[in-house]
């Protein structure tokens, strides 16, 4: 009966129905010398866009009453809702590795999280096991706040700081909540759900940390010039020593090779709105990586 009530309580009003876990973020990364920023954003088709996920779970057994006081309709809803709480991040050892693997600290770690503001703190789902209820600890919340963007400065592998030269690859996934959720015997339940790994991406997203700026005599940094070109939507190089310039997006991806002439105006292809590092390997005096924000 209680399920059966629940399948009729779909269409209230003010709650988004998803269809179970909630989708991962979109991940987009950007380098400052020895740090990475990460920004998390749910598209219009994501089942959390806005972060609203919500998912009913027909499975969870809902009570006529609590402390004697009958439950509403609303609120047996509500009972047995999942709803957003945060992101997790992960480091990936290489670009390899699928997401599959997420429970296996030898090749994927975490790495941060943004989770609600609140009074959950231990998310731990339970498994019965041989009669026994064994937990596994799925998150430790850090109850700061939900954050658009947040800031990574250490490899979670060597327990360093993020080093120049290097790649890192990260993928994020979303997770929901619920204190009511029940698995088998366990009263302890499994309140976690966090974004199906098969619905995340087969590959993380990866950057490498180029230098900001480096030069043998630092006659290519004094010299150089990187412009935006914004009417055209695209980057204007300029420089007294020839060399390569390099166009990478914010996600680490490579966008354009150019041979850059001396003394001679050097234009990227359109490009899109965003910033972009510009590395320019001049021929006799290293490299510089410069930053380039297209409105």
Excluded at 4 to 11: A, Q, W
Aim: include cysteine; glycine fraction near 6%.
């Amino acid at each position: 009966m209680i399920r059966f009530l629940l399948f009729f309580l779909l269409p209230l009003p003010g709650l988004l129905f998803a269809q179970s876990s909630p989708d991962p973020p979109i991940l987009q990364l950007s380098a400052n010398g020895t740090s990475i920023s990460i920004t998390l954003s749910n598209p219009p088709t994501s089942n959390n866009y806005q972060q609203q996920y919500t998912y009913l779970d027909p499975t969870i057994p809902v009570p006529d009453s609590v402390g004697g006081v009958p439950l509403s309709a609303s609120e047996k809803a509500e009972f047995a809702s999942f709803h957003f709480q945060g992101y997790l991040i992960y480091q990936f050892a290489n670009a390899t590795i699928l997401p599959n693997r997420l429970d296996d600290p030898l090749v994927v770690r975490l790495a941060g999280q943004s989770d609600l503001a609140d009074q959950t703190t231990h998310l731990s789902n339970y498994t019965s096991i041989g009669g026994q209820c064994i937990p596994t600890l799925m998150l430790q919340a850090n109850n700061t706040g939900l954050e658009p963007q947040l800031t990574l400065l250490t490899d979670q592998f060597s327990g360093q700081n993020l080093e120049i030269g290097k790649t890192y690859c990260y993928q994020a996934r979303a997770y929901a909540y619920n204190p009511n959720k029940t698995v088998d015997n366990c009263s302890q339940g499994a309140p976690f759900l966090g974004s199906d790994p098969a619905s995340m991406p087969d590959q993380p997203v990866c950057i490498t940390l180029y230098p900001v700026s480096i030069g043998k005599n630092g006659k290519a940094e004094s010299d150089l010039s990187i412009a935006a070109d914004v009417e055209n939507r695209r980057a204007m190089v300029t420089s007294s020593l020839p060399g390569k310039v390099t166009v990478i997006d914010i996600t680490g991806k490579l966008i354009q090779e150019l041979t850059l002439v001396a003394n001679e105006a050097l234009y990227t292809k359109p490009l899109g709105s965003g910033l972009y590092m510009i590395r320019f390997d001049a021929a006799d005096d290293g490299a510089i990586t410069k930053k380039l924000l297209l409105p």
